[in-house]
Nanobody
């Protein structure tokens, strides 16, 4: 249902665009789709999400201001562009979908209630 891509090795201060290809039913307007990451030795944390129907977004404080989440409804994809990358952005990034779409908010950081998970894509930020 979800397939993440776009990870790789990036230098500090660089940019990266992650993409999540979703099954079409996840774009029926009732779901929220977003991103989690798991840094080495740490728990998985939610970092951003978007409500498919109205475009409401949420960003974790640590990525706010240097990240943009967006959708391409024609291609059924959700993208996360991250700029000014820092070593602490290193980790495995996962996309996930939750019903209903109102789960996109501060509770996204916890990660409870996700209905679908994609396989992760590794992002390494190197100095």
């Amino acid at each position: 249902q979800l397939q993440a891509s776009g990870g790789g090795l990036v230098q500090v201060g660089g940019s990266l665009r992650l993409s999540c290809a979703a099954s079409t039913f996840l774009f029926d307007g009732t779901y929220a789709i977003g991103w989690f990451r798991q840094a080495p030795g740490k728990e998985r944390e939610g970092i951003s999400c978007i409500s498919i129907s109205d475009g409401d977004t949420y960003y974790r404080d640590s990525v706010k201001g240097r990240s943009t989440i967006s959708t391409d409804n024609a291609k059924f994809t959700v993208s996360l562009e991250m700029n000014n990358l820092k070593p602490e952005d290193t980790g495995v990034y996962y996309c996930a979908a939750a019903w209903p779409r109102t789960q996109c908010g501060s509770s996204w950081t916890v990660g409870a209630g996700m209905d679908y998970w994609g396989k992760g894509t590794l992002v390494t930020v190197s100095s």
